[in-house]
């Protein structure tokens, strides 16, 4: 039951990764780095796919191995943590105690982001 629910799970990662590919918002890694997690533990034949993806298999491998990040991919997440909160702000004009939430938050995954190691190019 366990490693059925486990490919489900994974399975649903890897269809938000792939959407994330394409949508601006929307991550893919993470999303695949969870699949990853989810396939080990109920399909190698779709982990050892994730992990030996092309595009995204280094991104992934790198963090399973070390928690590191892509320098590129540190930049890019923080820009556009910085250009979300920007048409948060713009668009929905919140209250002080809201935007300075959003913006604390985001401040905490950009912290975050920045903490991890980076991986080679």
Known sequence: ???????????????????????????????????????????PRLEAWILNHKRFGPLVRAWRENGAIPRKAKILACAGMAAGFAIFFLSAHPGLWLALGVAVALGACAAFVVSRPSAPQ
């Open 1 to 43: 039951m366990a490693r059925t629910v486990f490919l489900l799970l994974g399975l649903g990662f890897t269809a938000l990764g792939i959407a994330g590919a394409f949508l601006p918002l929307l991550p893919t890694t993470v999303f695949l780095i969870l699949a990853a997690g989810c396939f080990a533990r109920s399909s």
